[in-house]
């Protein structure tokens, strides 16, 4: 009798299985895999390369730098491109000026810009500051060696970082965005 249940529960297990794989909405499903090909999606990574040399000036300033898009970027499915290579981006940049007292200069690049293949605005998070060099130990050296005529090295200023041609930065896409 144990035997007979069992075997009934099998039968039974294996043609619910059945039905569901045949009834199941495959075709929703296929559905939602080709939409991705037209996807770009939230935190796709890409790496945007620096086209000229750059260095910032003596004063809090915001701005931009030209770059390209290093490599083909993919749609969600990774069937199609999105984002050509050599598709030019723009780097938004914010600079904290040096100052008195050896203090370095600092440039932050924290959002850049490019478009998809069919001319969409694709908005890109960067996370990364340079820094200048600083000149504090000097002050400091000048100041105790020459006090106190060493303190007028207290006007000695940083330096204010450069951005080499070539340079490269990875970024990421902020939103979702549809390509046609």
């Known amino acids: 009798m144990k035997k ?19 009834c199941s ?19 796709t990574q890409m790496i945007l390369r620096v086209n000229e040399n750059f260095k910032a000036d003596n004063k809090a300033d915001t701005g931009t730098i030209n770059s390209i898009v ?25 600079v904290d000026p040096n100052g008195s007292w050896g203090k370095a200069g600092k440039i932050c690049l924290t959002h850049a ?3 998809t293949i069919d001319n969409k605005r694709v908005s890109l998070r960067l ?4 820094n200048g060099s600083s000149r504090l130990g000097g002050v400091i050296v000048l ?34 965005v549809t390509v046609e």
Do not use: H
Request: net charge negative; charged share 15%.
């Open 113 to 115: 810009t490019t478009k």
């Open 4 to 22: 007979e249940n069992e075997l009934w529960r099998s039968i039974v297990s294996c043609v619910l299985i059945m039905a569901l794989m045949f």
């Open 143 to 176: 100041s105790v060696l020459l006090f106190p005529l060493g303190l007028i090295s207290g006007c000695m200023k940083g330096s204010m970082p450069k951005i080499q041609e070539g340079t490269t930065f990875n970024a990421s896409v902020m939103q979702d």
């Open 127 to 130: 996370s990364s500051c340079k």
């Open 25 to 43: 909405p495959f075709e929703a499903l296929a559905q939602s895999t080709t939409g991705r090909a037209n996807v770009l999606e939230n935190g």
């Open 70 to 94: 290093e490599t083909d970027v993919y749609s969600a499915d990774g069937t199609r491109v999105l984002i050509k290579a050599g598709t030019p981006a723009y780097i938004e940049f914010s």
